[in-house]
C-alpha cells in the first residue's frame, strides 16, 4: 500500500468516523469485509450532526472493490425544511457580521485544509476512485478559492456618483440574497463544493450544500473544517439524498439562489425548475472538449498534454480532453500517442504509480464501454482499447483504460455525446478553418486547446473559437478564482458563471441609494425631494 496513504488513512480515521464520512480504514481496499462496518451519514444541521429518519438510504462503494463503506440517507422532508429554518436564522446574524471578520474565517479553513490535504485525499480516493495525486489536486484547486474568498471584499465594493443632481449623491451596495444552495456532482468531491460555499458565506449567506450521494465524505470532512475555523451555527448546513433533495432545493420559497455543477440534463433541469420558483441558478454543465493539434506543434510536449488532459483522472473531468482534431491529419501523431497512452498505469487510485483509476460504478464502465463498442460499430478505428482491463487484486474494479479511437465523425455516438471515460476520440481536418468549424457546431462550449507554434494560428483561434476557456499550449484552461469559469453555450445556463468577480455577483444582488442631505438650519422646511425638485433648473430639457 501507499505508504503516504497509509499514513493519511491512520491519521484521518478517527475524524472521519466521528463526523460520518466514510472510513479510511486502511482494511477499507482490501477484499474482506471492513472491521467496523458501512457507517450511516449524518446531516449537519444547524450546527450539529444529526441522524437521519430516512427509510431510504443510499450504499456509498469503493469504485475499485464495490465494497460499501458507508450509507447516505434520503433525508426527509422535515429534516430538508429544519436545515433551512437553520440556515434563514443564522443568515439575519452573519449577514452583519463584518467583511473582514467573515474573510478570517475563510483565512483559518485555508489553514486547516492545508494541515487535512491528506486525509481529504485519501477520502476521495477511497469513495470516488482517482489517484491521490489526483485528489490532492482536487483539493488544491478548491482551496484557491477559499484563498480568493480571503479577499473578497474588493469584490463586493459598490459604486459612488457624486452630486447626479444638486445636492444629490446616488451609490450602490451589494447584500447577500439569504439562503443559497450549492448541487454537486461526484467527480471533484472536495473542489466542487469549494468553488461554491466560501464565495457564498463570505459574501454574508448562508449555504445549504448537497454533496453527491456516491462519494459524500470529503464534502463532510471539508463541513468539519469549516465550524472548525470558527463558522457560527447554521451558516452551512448539509444535506444527501437524490432526486428528492434536489427537487426541495428548486422548490423551497426560502432558498433564494441554487449553484450546480454536473450533467445535461440534470442542470437542464435544475435551471429550468428552480427558475420557474424565481431562484437564481448557475448551472454548469457537460462539454466535448476538443484540443487543436497543428502540424508545426511541439511533439512531446503535445503528445504529454494530450495524454494527461484525456486519460487523467479517467476521463472523469468536465474540463478532459475528449476530442482531438488534428490538421492535416493524424498519422505522423498515431503511434507517439499510442505509446504514450499505453504506457499509462492503470491500478487502484491509492497504488504506488497508479495513473488511471477506476470508474465511478459499474453502470458508468458499462456505458463507456458501449460508446467505445458503438464509434467502431460506426465506422472509428480503434487505435487503443481500454475494455476488459484485468487489475490484479482488484478484478471487481471499475477500470477502463486508455483507449483512442480515430476517424471519427462527427454524426457518431461516440462523439456527440460526452463520454466520461478514459477514451481520446480523433479527428481530421485540412485546415484550421475547418477544425474551429467543427468545434463551434458542437452544441457545448465548455473548454478547448490549440497546440501550435504559431501566434497567427492561436490568435485566429482563440478570436474566432466559441467556447469560453481556450488553452495556448494549455490542455487545460481551468481559470485561477480572481477570474471566472466561463463555459458557454450548452455547457453552462445562468448569467452570472462561478467564483470571482462574477461568482461574487452572484450570490450577491445591488441596491441603489439616493442621498439628499440639508445642513442642520434647513432640517425645519426640510422635505424629501425628488430628481423633479432638486437642481431641475440644471438639467437640461429636452429640444433645449
Known amino acids: 500500500m501507499n505508504s503516504s496513504f497509509s499514513s493519511a488513512v491512520k491519521s484521518g480515521f478517527h475524524r472521519a468516523r466521528l463526523f460520518g464520512a466514510a472510513s479510511v480504514s486502511s482494511r477499507t481496499f482490501t477484499a474482506s469485509s471492513a472491521q467496523h462496518g458501512p457507517s450511516n ?64 474565517v475563510m483565512f483559518r479553513l485555508q489553514e486547516l485544509i492545508r494541515q487535512h490535504t491528506d486525509e481529504l485525499a485519501a477520502n476521495i480516493t477511497l469513495e470516488q476512485g482517482k489517484t491521490l495525486a489526483d485528489a490532492r489536486g482536487d483539493v488544491f484547486r478548491g482551496l484557491e478559492v477559499v484563498e480568493y474568498a480571503s479577499g473578497m471584499a474588493r469584490d463586493m465594493m459598490g459604486e459612488l456618483v457624486e452630486n447626479v443632481a444638486s445636492g444629490l449623491d446616488t451609490y450602490s451596495i451589494r447584500q447577500p440574497l439569504g439562503v443559497c444552495a450549492g448541487i454537486c456532482p461526484f467527480n471533484f468531491p472536495a473542489m466542487v463544493p469549494l468553488w461554491m460555499l466560501p464565495v457564498a458565506i463570505t459574501a454574508g449567506n448562508s449555504f445549504i450544500l448537497k454533496p453527491s450521494e456516491k462519494d459524500p465524505g470529503a464534502a463532510m470532512m471539508l463541513a468539519e473544517l469549516c465550524l472548525e475555523a470558527g463558522l457560527p451555527k447554521g451558516v452551512l448546513n ?162 477502463v483504460g486508455p483507449t483512442m479511437l480515430n476517424k471519427v465523425k462527427a454524426d457518431m455516438d461516440c462523439y456527440h455525446q460526452e463520454i466520461f471515460g478514459p477514451v481520446l476520440v480523433c479527428l481530421e481536418a485540412e485546415t484550421l478553418d475547418k477544425a474551429i468549424a467543427i468545434v463551434n457546431a458542437e452544441q457545448h462550449g465548455n473548454g478547448t486547446a490549440i497546440f501550435t507554434q504559431s501566434g497567427a494560428a492561436a490568435r485566429k483561434y482563440q478570436n474566432e473559437i466559441d467556447v469560453g476557456m481556450v488553452g495556448i499550449n494549455v490542455p487545460i484552461p481551468v481559470p485561477l478564482p480572481f477570474f471566472s469559469f466561463s463555459g458557454w453555450r450548452g455547457s453552462f445556463a445562468g448569467d452570472l458563471p462561478m467564483y470571482g468577480k462574477q461568482g461574487a455577483a452572484f450570490f450577491t444582488r445591488t441596491k441603489t441609494v439616493t442621498a439628499n442631505w440639508k445642513a442642520a438650519d434647513d432640517q425645519a422646511g426640510m422635505r424629501a425631494p425628488g430628481l423633479d425638485s432638486v437642481g431641475t433648473s440644471n438639467i437640461p430639457q429636452s429640444g433645449s
Not at 297 to 318: H, K, M, P
Not at 356 to 383: F, M, T
Request: with cysteine.
Open 41 to 104: 451519514l449524518r446531516n449537519l444541521i444547524g450546527g450539529e450532526l444529526r441522524e437521519s429518519q430516512a427509510t431510504d438510504w443510499i450504499d456509498v462503494t469503493n469504485p475499485a472493490t464495490q465494497e460499501v463503506i458507508s450509507r447516505v440517507p434520503q433525508t426527509t422532508a422535515a429534516e430538508f425544511d429544519q436545515a433551512v429554518e437553520n440556515a434563514q436564522e443564522a443568515f439575519l446574524s452573519w449577514r452583519n457580521v463584518a467583511i473582514p471578520q467573515r474573510q478570517r
Open 238 to 399: 448539509v444535506v444527501h439524498g437524490t432526486n428528492e433533495t434536489v427537487n426541495r432545493i428548486c422548490d423551497h420559497p426560502d432558498i433564494k439562489a441554487i449553484s450546480f455543477v454536473g450533467s445535461d440534463g440534470a442542470g437542464r433541469y435544475i435551471y429550468e425548475r428552480g427558475g420557474k420558483h424565481g431562484k437564481r441558478v448557475q448551472s454548469n454543465m457537460g462539454a466535448k472538449n476538443h484540443a487543436i493539434v497543428m502540424p508545426d506543434a511541439n511533439r512531446e510536449a503535445t503528445i504529454n498534454a494530450l495524454a494527461g488532459a484525456a486519460f487523467g483522472a479517467a476521463g472523469q473531468r468536465c474540463m478532459a480532453i475528449s476530442a482531438a482534431v488534428f490538421v492535416g491529419g493524424m498519422d505522423s501523431w498515431k503511434q507517439g500517442l499510442k505509446a504514450k497512452a499505453e504506457g499509462l498505469k492503470v491500478a487502484a487510485g491509492h497504488e504506488e504509480g497508479a495513473d488511471v483509476g477506476p470508474l465511478i460504478s459499474p453502470e458508468s464502465k458499462q456505458r463507456v464501454e458501449g460508446l467505445i463498442q458503438s464509434g467502431i460499430d460506426q465506422g472509428a478505428e480503434l487505435v487503443l482499447d481500454g475494455r476488459g482491463v484485468q487489475v490484479p487484486g482488484y478484478e471487481r474494479g471499475n477500470f
